[in-house]
């Protein structure tokens, strides 16, 4: 499992413009299975994207379509972690 964590480093404005294009991106791997959540950090300064890979190539791969990293409007960070404990709703999800 992976956390992504994306760093604006352009104007909001900058953002703003590939939300849709962004949002399309991450429909189709959602549809696929790799993405389990997503959403905006606050205050307003970039991103966090949950997501199942087979491995840190594969997200790798993954990320290099986002268009916020395409036209360099956002930096990933990538942390790999081992889900041991889950709320009872997420059992599925434990990879012990």
Do not use: W
């Not at 992976?2 to 900058?14: G, M, N, Q």
């Not at 606050?42 to 790798?60: C, D, K, L, Q, Y």
């Not at 036209?71 to 709320?87: D, L």
């Amino acid at each position: 499992m992976f956390i992504l964590r994306l760093t604006y480093v352009k104007p909001l404005s900058e953002i703003d413009r590939l939300i849709p294009p962004h949002r399309e991106y991450l429909a189709k791997y959602y549809a696929s299975g790799n993405f389990l959540f997503s959403g905006r950090q606050e205050p307003r300064t970039g991103g966090v994207i949950i997501a199942r890979a087979g491995s840190r190539a594969e997200v790798e791969a993954l990320i290099k379509e986002d268009p916020f990293l395409i036209e360099g409007v956002a930096e990933y960070e990538i942390v790999e972690f081992v889900p041991a404990m889950t709320a009872p709703d997420l059992d599925g999800y434990k990879e012990m």
